[in-house]
């Protein structure tokens, strides 16, 4: 079993910024790509950024330029350094582990972030 425990959400005024962590733990072995995803009220979850185990990172579009994802390989932790904060980026934030481009655990209960004034 691999437990993923996000946190670091919060409200937030649109060009703000939040720092998220996600912890993984459990039976966990040679992780490589950490991800993190989000969903918005209505809508289907979506993939936001990946990191490789050596730190090789690539973002969705939208978040290009203000979203830097980093992690700890030593503590199964990522993270996502969120900044100029828009309100279309309200929704809550999941991490996982990535294997073969898809999420490869059950999910945890995310982090709500809402960007609003």
């Known amino acids: 079993q691999v437990q993923l425990v996000e946190s670091g959400g919060g409200l937030v005024q649109p060009g703000g910024s939040l720092r998220l962590s996600c912890a993984a733990s459990?039976?966990?072995?040679?992780?490589?790509?950490m991800g993190w995803y989000r969903q918005a009220p209505g809508k289907q979850r979506d993939w936001v950024a990946g990191?490789?185990?050596?730190?090789?990172?690539n973002y969705e579009d939208s978040v290009k330029g203000r979203f830097t994802i980093s992690r700890d390989n030593a503590k199964n932790t990522v993270y996502l350094q969120m900044n100029s904060l828009k309100p279309e980026d309200t929704a809550v934030y999941y991490c996982?582990?990535?294997?073969?481009?898809?999420?490869?655990?059950?999910w945890g209960q995310g982090t709500q972030v809402t960007v609003s004034s």
């Open positions: 996982n582990i990535i294997r073969g481009g898809r999420p490869l655990f059950s």
């Open positions: 459990g039976s966990i072995f040679n992780i490589n790509v």
């Open positions: 990191i490789t185990a050596g730190g090789t990172t």
